[in-house]
């Protein structure tokens, strides 16, 4: 056998922490995506879970000739369904725009200004527990 070379039981153990590590870094991930929180929350007992999402980003520019937004929704209906899929049915929704910024820029033709805001709209979910149900395992 060379120096360098590994048995066949190493290279199996090897194998066996790296997918380890992998599995416990997925179960890490998902305890604390909205879906895990979720299930502890149903676990728990607890008969209300809300949370919190971002749904629309805004970003505005005030150029010299005339005021732009450029915006980007957020998709979070897979989000949504692994939430139902633990046990919780959707109750209530609440939107707030939350402002992060604006740009001003001086109007150079005529008098006045133009203003580009800047900021995001969170929603923020409320589910309750429905009567029955198992969360996903």
Do not use: C
């Amino acid at each position: 056998m060379a120096l360098f070379n590994k048995t066949p039981e190493e290279i199996a153990a090897k194998a066996a922490a790296k997918d380890a590590e992998a599995e416990r870094k997925a179960a890490e991930r998902f305890k604390a995506s909205p879906a895990g929180q979720a299930r502890a929350a149903y676990r728990a007992g607890n008969t209300l879970f809300q949370v919190s999402f971002t749904i629309r980003s805004n970003r505005g520019n005030a150029d010299s000739g005339f005021s732009r937004v450029s915006s980007s929704e957020h998709d979070n209906t897979d989000t949504l369904n692994a939430i139902g899929a633990e046990g919780w049915k959707f109750e209530a929704l609440s939107t707030t725009f939350v402002h992060t910024g604006t740009v001003t820029t001086e109007k150079w033709i005529s008098n006045g200004s133009r203003e580009g805001v800047s900021g995001y709209v969170m929603g923020t979910y409320v589910f309750s527990r429905r009567p029955g149900a198992t969360p996903t395992s």
